[in-house]
């Protein structure tokens, strides 16, 4: 049974896929199999992907049709034959930092459910931090009863134990989003211990704030966000942005994967 897997959608983001799959395969946690769930991709997806698969054995792709909405139910059919402890998952337009499986690992040691920190890049390319406490009721509360989420897909994540007791992937009925509905899944469950590790541990495009900005151009930034993370000058500005945001809601982040 490996550690973790691995689940990334994707329909058609053709060139920043290598991208998130790249980072996926930096992990300093290296004991996972790779899932990507291919919502009705195209042929050259499919050879992109097969192209990725040859490199790691580890990685594995679930060739599904279009299906309803964002292909949730496909995640469902391939989390049926996961195998790993935990499942963490990836926007196919986004990026992990190398340490995000091994908190993930951490925190859901004692935990069924929980989130990282969610960064992402705001329309005119700033930080875009998003504080929160899943531990915390008022938070858990908010995020049940209102049109409220504070992390995005890719920094989610909960043992395949405790997916196995839920409806799972779906599409969302009387909830604005995916991911949400998806969360609330494990919120409304009273025997659901759920967590947040306040650490910084990917990157989210953010997709819908800027609409307009083809597959190349995001694919570009993720190079270019990947490097530019590794200097003291980028990861100072960003725990600025993350040490301003969390400030105004009195919680308190950890910030070591970002020291120099």
């Given at each position: 049974?490996?550690?973790?897997?691995?689940?990334?959608?994707?329909?058609?983001?053709?060139?920043?896929?290598?991208?998130?799959?790249?980072?996926?395969?930096?992990?300093?946690?290296?004991?996972?199999?790779?899932?990507?769930?291919?919502?009705?991709?195209?042929?050259?997806?499919?050879?992109?992907?097969?192209?990725?698969?040859?490199?790691?054995?580890?990685?594995?792709?679930?060739?599904?049709?279009?299906?309803?909405?964002?292909?949730?139910?496909?995640?469902?059919?391939?989390?049926?034959?996961?195998?790993?402890?935990?499942?963490?998952?990836?926007?196919?337009?986004?990026?992990?930092?190398?340490?995000?499986?091994?908190?993930?690992?951490?925190?859901?040691?004692d935990a069924d459910f929980g989130n990282?920190?969610?960064?992402?890049?705001?329309?005119?390319?700033?930080?875009?931090?998003?504080?929160?406490?899943?531990?915390?009721?008022?938070?858990?509360?908010?995020?049940?009863?209102?049109?409220?989420?504070?992390?995005?897909?890719?920094?989610?994540?909960?043992?395949?134990?405790?997916?196995?007791?839920?409806?799972?992937?779906?599409?969302?009925?009387?909830?604005?989003?995916?991911?949400?509905?998806?969360?609330?899944?494990?919120?409304?469950?009273?025997?659901?211990?759920?967590?947040?590790?306040?650490?910084?541990?990917?990157?989210?495009?953010?997709?819908?704030?800027?609409?307009?900005?083809?597959?190349?151009?995001?694919?570009?930034?993720?190079?270019?966000?990947?490097?530019?993370?590794?200097?003291?000058?980028?990861?100072?500005?960003?725990?600025?942005a993350i040490a301003?945001?969390?400030?105004?809601?009195?919680?308190?982040?950890?910030?070591?994967?970002?020291?120099?």
């Open positions: 049974m490996p550690a973790a897997t691995i689940l990334i959608p994707t329909h058609e983001h053709i060139a920043c896929l290598p991208h998130s799959v790249a980072s996926a395969l930096a992990q300093t946690v290296q004991d996972f199999e790779l899932f990507i769930v291919g919502d009705g991709v195209s042929a050259e997806s499919r050879a992109i992907i097969a192209e990725l698969a040859a490199t790691d054995s580890r990685i594995r792709f679930f060739d599904f049709p279009k299906g309803e909405r964002k292909g949730e139910r496909h995640r469902h059919a391939a989390l049926m034959q996961a195998t790993g402890k935990i499942v963490a998952y990836l926007g196919d337009d986004d990026i992990w930092l190398p340490n995000h499986l091994e908190t993930f690992l951490e925190l859901l040691d990282t920190m969610h960064i992402g890049i705001g329309r005119s390319g700033e930080w875009l931090v998003l504080p929160g406490n899943l531990a915390d009721p008022a938070w858990r509360a908010r995020m049940l009863n209102e049109s409220f989420n504070f992390f995005d897909f890719t920094f989610g994540g909960h043992t395949l134990e405790a997916y196995r007791r839920l409806p799972g992937w779906a599409p969302p009925i009387d909830c604005p989003w995916s991911d949400l509905y998806m969360w609330r899944q494990f919120l409304a469950q009273p025997w659901c211990r759920a967590k947040s590790a306040m650490i910084p541990t990917g990157i989210c495009t953010q997709t819908h704030l800027r609409p307009n900005r083809s597959d190349h151009e995001r694919a570009e930034e993720l190079v270019t966000l990947r490097s530019s993370l590794k200097t003291a000058k980028v990861r100072k500005t960003l725990r600025k301003k945001s969390f400030a105004k809601v009195k919680l308190r982040p950890d910030m070591s994967a970002l020291e120099d």
